[in-house]
């Protein structure tokens, strides 16, 4: 008997599903969620954890309200329940209560902002960086270029990565454990540097995004924004375009490698010298006139395009 159509498509949503989830574990790496994790994760940057210190900040002031609150419940629940003959209250109005729920809340607000407006003032504050990369978002690709070093480059997706999705296989978690967040060329950076970053686009909105970096910014066309930071542990941090941008939305990796300043030196002069263009051929050795009364021998004549075909017609 052939097999209905519910039965069928279950276990395929059900492999896809385990597909997923044992990919995003094997992507797991540097300033990545781990399994279970259920908090905010630090970043391995100054502006991620200004987000993680103003993050913890709300989550335990929330806390304490709302173990406050629902204490207050339960114990009015239970102490005041009809069985032990309790009478509601006919009053509908009380000033003095009206004025601490306003109050208090508004105090709660304004000590918390203080902290969160410097800190947002801190992540906006792109002055005294020690170099700039310029970011512009392509349809679907991203482009990197060192001011002032005359390197630049663009980074799109892995080829790999790229002949998995189109081929229709599932890709091995074991074997490809960053599928679709791999790319040819990734962005490097030095790190206990201050790294400014002015981003745009070429074509539509676009968002450069890397959870550990602790930031993200829209790359629109037209215009240029600013963000920066400052890595302070070496090693390999990935992140995705996070702006609906097309068809292939979903295929715009961003691998940024955090180096040491002496390897990223190193890593930066190799790119000047292949960026730089070759030098020059060494000129041709001047011909050696013949002595007098020598026999000159007959050079052969280079023949250009064309000629031998014409010497056949």
């Known amino acids: 008997m052939k097999p209905s159509s519910r039965w069928v498509a279950v276990p395929r949503w059900g492999s896809g599903a385990m597909a997923l989830l044992a990919t995003a574990a094997a992507q797991a790496q540097s300033a990545d969620p781990v399994r279970w994790q259920l908090n905010m994760g630090k970043g391995v940057t100054q502006t ?6 103003a993050h913890m900040v ?3 002031v929330c806390v304490v309200i709302g173990f406050l609150v629902f204490a207050a419940m339960a114990y009015a629940i239970f102490a005041f329940r009809k069985s032990k003959g309790a009478v509601a209250a006919t009053f509908s109005h009380n000033t003095t209560a009206e004025i601490l729920w306003t109050v208090i809340p508004v105090i709660i607000l304004v000590v918390m902002a203080i902290p969160a407006t410097s800190k947002l003032i801190a992540m906006y504050d792109t002055r005294n960086a020690e170099m700039t990369v310029k970011v512009t978002g392509y349809q679907w690709m991203w482009e990197y270029d060192y001011l002032g070093q005359d390197v630049r480059f663009f980074s799109r997706l892995d080829r790999e990565s ?3 999705r189109q081929s229709g296989q599932r890709p091995d978690p074991a074997t490809h454990p960053h599928y679709l967040l791999e790319v040819d060329n990734r962005l490097v950076l030095p790190v206990d540097t ?4 002015v981003i745009t686009s070429d074509d539509v909105i676009h968002s450069w995004w890397v959870p550990a970096l602790g930031w ?12 920066w930071t400052l890595i302070e542990k070496p090693g390999i941090y990935r992140g995705q375009c996070a702006e609906l941008c097309g068809k292939d939305h979903g295929f715009m990796p961003i691998v940024v490698e955090a180096l040491p300043k002496a390897e990223f030196a190193a890593w930066l002069a190799q790119r000047k010298a292949e960026a ?6 060494p000129a041709a050795a001047e011909p050696v006139p013949a002595e007098a009364g020598a026999p000159v021998e007959a050079q052969p004549v280079a023949q250009q395009p064309g000629q031998a075909a014409n010497a056949q017609v």
Request: glycine share 6%.
């Open 48 to 53: 991620a954890r200004l987000a993680w210190e």
């Open 58 to 60: 709300a989550l335990w």
């Open 162 to 164: 790229d002949r998995l």
């Open 194 to 197: 201050k790294v400014r970053f």
């Open 216 to 227: 993200k910014q829209d790359a629109i066309p037209g215009i240029i924004n600013e963000g």
């Open 276 to 281: 730089s263009p070759p030098a020059d051929a």
